[in-house]
């Protein structure tokens, strides 16, 4: 079983910047694409971006312009850069292959790395 490490996170005053890293235990990132998620108190997870093999790139409306999502596929490493950081952005962060998801089972995925925005 793949194993995902995500870390990075902290607190951060709105308008600050994080880099988020997620490693894995296999040279995963190859042949997979990839996804960053984000799961804020009483709220569903999402995803807020994701790149291809290819490196195509999707980021939600609520990030767009202001996160930036990367891979270092030597460092089996996948990067979220936060800038502009808003309060609304305080969560949970994890990565995972989207075509991995199977509805709401999480029991796969990683412990997360949180981030918290202070107005």
């Known amino acids: 079983q793949v194993q995902l490490v995500e870390s990075g996170g902290g607190l951060v005053q709105a308008g600050g910047s994080l880099r988020l890293s997620c490693a894995a235990s296999?040279?995963?990132?190859?042949?997979?694409?990839m996804g960053w998620y984000r799961q804020a108190p009483g709220k569903q997870r999402e995803l807020v971006a994701s790149?291809?093999?290819?490196?195509?790139?999707f980021y939600a409306n609520s990030v767009k312009g202001r996160f930036t999502i990367s891979r270092d596929n030597a460092k089996n490493t996948v990067y979220l850069q936060m800038i502009s950081l808003k309060p609304e952005d305080t969560a949970v962060y994890y990565c995972?292959?989207?075509?991995?998801?199977?509805?709401?089972?999480?029991?796969?995925w990683g412990q997360g790395t949180q981030v918290t925005v202070s107005s």
């Open positions: 995972y292959p989207p075509r991995w998801v199977v509805g709401k089972d999480y029991s796969n």
């Open positions: 296999a040279p995963i990132f190859k042949i997979n694409d």
């Open positions: 790149i291809t093999i290819g490196g195509t790139l």
